[in-house]
């Protein structure tokens, strides 16, 4: 599973835009660490975001429930700040502030 939602994430980044629900909820969710992967998707340096983010997933139980609740919420489950499952049950908010709420 650990591979599975890393490699999510990283196609999530490299596929997305600024301002996507995705992206930012993933942007939020890694707070400072964010630029990071980032550099590393821009680089084209998969094997390092690979082993990085698994460092950070293994360090981090809350952050990989997190994502892996955003990951159920792809593609036109996400709009704007608001996430969806079966287009009308919300899952989760992104909030002004660039926190994700799973509720």
Same mark, same amino acid.
Request: glycine share 12%; net charge negative; charged share 25%.
């Given at each position: 599973?650990?591979?599975?939602l890393?490699? &999510? ?6 596929? *997305?835009?600024?301002?996507? $629900?995705?992206?930012? $909820?993933?942007?939020?969710?890694l707070?400072v *660490? &964010? $630029? !990071?992967f980032?550099?590393?998707? #821009?680089?084209?340096? !998969?094997? #390092?975001? !690979?082993?990085? &983010? ?11 429930? #997190? ?6 919420t +792809? ?6 700040? #608001? /996430? +969806?499952?079966? $287009?009308?049950?919300? /899952?989760?908010? /992104?909030?002004? /502030?660039? +926190?994700?709420h799973?509720?």
């Open positions: 599973m650990p591979l599975e890393i490699n &999510f994430v990283y196609d999530s980044i490299a596929n *997305s835009v600024h301002e996507n $629900g995705l992206y930012d $909820g993933i942007k939020a969710l707070g *660490s &964010f $630029g !990071q980032l550099g590393y998707v #821009k680089n084209n340096e !998969q094997n #390092k975001f !690979q082993e990085r &983010f698994l460092e950070l997933l293994e360090s981090n139980e809350e952050l990989k429930n #997190k994502l892996m609740a955003l990951k159920v +792809t593609g036109d489950n996400v709009h704007g700040d #608001k /996430i +969806t499952v079966n $287009g009308d049950k919300s /899952i989760g908010k /992104i909030g002004s /502030i660039g +926190t994700l799973i509720s």
